[in-house]
């Protein structure tokens, strides 16, 4: 179709959200209306300006710039800045990249004034569920999930959401334990969303890991404009989580260095930008996670002691997917419906060979594995056969002619040695409590902690796992 160029400008150009398109090296291509609308610029002064200049922000800092530079996108980012008039706008924007032949050719956002989406949702609800509706939980804080879209029959997830729904309203830390895959940001999503005052503000998520060193603490903490090269006057993420909750991924990734300041934001309430004197309140609600055990991490130094003390208030340990069979059925079929909508494969099922195999799988990439697995097969199968076993990735076809025994990780082993350690050390000492902390060289309080978590009484040496 040679008028193939027109219509989808003509498309760009009639929806409601703002498009932007850059170049790898951060120069403007294209920018509709609403976008101009939204921050109060035109398109015919912004197309072939740099980002960098548009904006007034370093470089480095252009979400443009980090999916160039990655090749991964940035999915639905919470964004407040200013616009030209200084005007303060309140977005949600995905970033996403263009590849072809492996390269990073282009690079695009679709931006969401959030009023917009508000009052959206606020004529939508009304008009189908009358005027008594509760508008707190919608995608207008950032987040997609609650505990009632957990998926599970398992009784370990169920106890701990059980748990979690307990101190979801409060306001202390909260830990959360889990491998690469499990969900870690649905549960913390999801007790974000059940503490009645928080989830009506931003949840905001960081993975330490995703961000160069030099940047992680002014991104975390805002900067001024010349505390060092290139810096600008610019928020950090505490402060755009105003009210809400900033969730750390793999917080034992961040700098020790850097800990230790966060240490001090928590312990004080306050913070500072760098380069900035005044002293900043913290008002949001601090939500972290490791995909290592936290012991493991205080113990090899990846995350300092106190700062760990700090963070687990309270703890969740999400189990691997490999230790709840029960939910690998249930999820498989959710998965499958979702890609059967998205890909209008409407006839497809699973074979019984197919759900056995899945079944004898490992699952090392746990639930986000599993997705993959099921969005793999489905895109393989004709719409009139059932999805079979050659429908498999080739990793787990090996594992369907003989039955595989679950592998424990080193963190099972851990978890194990510890166990047992500690049960040797309290019969030695007749279950002297304060003598059997002295003698492992912890507090009574930490031994007691500990106990409760790995399920040690006097009578048992070791718990489930």
């Given at each position: ?6 219509c989808?400008k003509?498309i760009l150009?009639t929806?409601?959200e703002?498009?932007?398109l850059?170049?790898?090296d951060g120069q ?6 609403q976008?101009?609308?939204?921050e109060?610029l035109?398109?015919k002064?912004?197309?072939h ?6 904006y007034?922000i370093d ?7 980090i ?8 999915i639905d980012?919470?964004?407040v800045?200013q616009?030209?008039d ?11 990249p263009?590849?072809k032949d ?5 690079t695009?956002?679709v931006?969401?004034d959030?009023?917009?989406?508000v ?12 005027p008594?509706v509760d508008?707190s939980i919608?995608?207008h804080n950032?987040?997609?999930?609650r505990?009632?879209?957990i998926?599970?029959?398992?009784d ?9 729904k307990k101190?979801a309203?409060?306001?202390g830390?909260v830990l959360i334990?889990?491998e ?12 974000h969303n059940?503490?009645?005052?928080r989830?009506?503000q ?5 993975n330490c ?9 002014s991104?975390l903490?805002?900067?001024?404009k ?19 909750t900033?969730?750390l ?11 230790a300041?966060?240490?001090?934001m928590?312990q ?6 760098i380069g900035?004197?005044?002293l900043?309140d913290?008002?949001c609600?601090?939500l972290?996670?490791?995909n290592e055990?936290?012991e493991?991490c205080?113990?090899?130094?990846s995350l300092?002691?106190d ?9 969740l340990?999400i189990?691997?997917?490999r230790?709840?069979?029960?939910d690998i059925?249930?999820?498989?079929e959710h ?7 998205k890909?209008?494969?409407f006839?497809?099922?699973?074979s019984?060979d197919?759900?056995k195999?899945?079944?004898?799988h490992?699952?090392p990439g746990?639930?986000r594995e ?5 969005e793999?097969?489905a895109?393989q199968v ?6 079979d076993?050659?429908?498999l ?5 090996e ?7 679950i592998q424990?990780t080193l963190?099972d082993?851990?978890?194990m040695?510890?166990?047992?350690i500690?049960?040797k050390?309290?019969?030695?000492h ?5 003598k ?14 500990r106990m409760?978590?790995?399920?040690i ?7 489930n796992w």
């Amino acid at each position: 179709m040679k008028d193939w160029e027109y219509c989808f400008k003509t498309i760009l150009s009639t929806i409601a959200e703002g498009v932007m398109l850059a170049s790898p090296d951060g120069q403007v291509l294209y920018y509709n209306k609403q976008m101009g609308a939204l921050e109060g610029l035109q398109p015919k002064d912004v197309i072939h300006q740099r980002i960098s200049d548009i904006y007034n922000i370093d470089e480095d800092y252009s979400e443009h710039h980090i999916v160039a530079k990655t090749g991964n996108p940035i999915i639905d980012r919470y964004q407040v800045y200013q616009s030209i008039d200084k005007t303060r706008i309140s977005s949600v924007a995905s970033t996403y990249p263009i590849i072809k032949d492996g390269e990073v050719i282009a690079t695009f956002s679709v931006s969401r004034d959030v009023k917009q989406v508000v009052d959206l949702l606020n004529r939508t609800q009304k008009q189908e569920k009358g005027p008594f509706v509760d508008l707190s939980i919608s995608s207008h804080n950032n987040t997609r999930y609650r505990f009632e879209d957990i998926i599970t029959n398992d009784d370990s997830m169920l106890e701990l959401i059980k748990k979690a729904k307990k101190f979801a309203p409060f306001d202390g830390c909260v830990l959360i334990y889990g491998e690469t895959g499990v969900g870690k940001e649905l549960i913390a999503q999801s007790i974000h969303n059940h503490n009645p005052v928080r989830k009506s503000q931003p949840f905001i998520a960081l993975n330490c890991s995703a961000i160069p060193e030099p940047l992680l603490e002014s991104i975390l903490f805002g900067s001024l404009k010349g505390a060092y090269t290139g810096s600008e006057t610019r928020e950090g993420l505490i402060e755009t989580a105003g009210s809400g909750t900033l969730f750390l991924d793999e917080i034992n990734t961040m700098p020790l260095s850097l800990q230790a300041k966060l240490l001090r934001m928590i312990q004080e309430g306050q913070y500072r930008r760098i380069g900035d004197s005044t002293l900043r309140d913290m008002n949001c609600r601090i939500l972290s996670a490791t995909n290592e055990s936290p012991e493991l991490c205080v113990s090899n130094k990846s995350l300092r002691a106190d700062l760990y003390y700090r963070l687990a208030v309270h703890t969740l340990s999400i189990p691997p997917l490999r230790n709840r069979l029960s939910d690998i059925r249930p999820l498989a079929e959710h998965f499958l419906e979702a890609f059967k909508n998205k890909y209008g494969l409407f006839d497809l099922e699973f074979s019984n060979d197919f759900m056995k195999a899945l079944l004898k799988h490992s699952y090392p990439g746990n639930v986000r594995e599993l997705e993959n697995i099921i969005e793999s097969a489905a895109t393989q199968v004709d719409s009139t056969q059932k999805i079979d076993v050659n429908h498999l990735p080739d990793r787990v076809k090996e594992n369907t002619h003989a039955p595989s025994p679950i592998q424990k990780t080193l963190n099972d082993h851990l978890r194990m040695a510890e166990i047992e350690i500690i049960h040797k050390t309290l019969k030695d000492h007749d279950f002297n409590i304060s003598k059997s902390a002295e003698a492992l060289g912890i507090a009574r309080q930490n031994l007691q902690y500990r106990m409760k978590k790995l399920g040690i009484t006097k009578s048992k040496s070791h718990s489930n796992w």
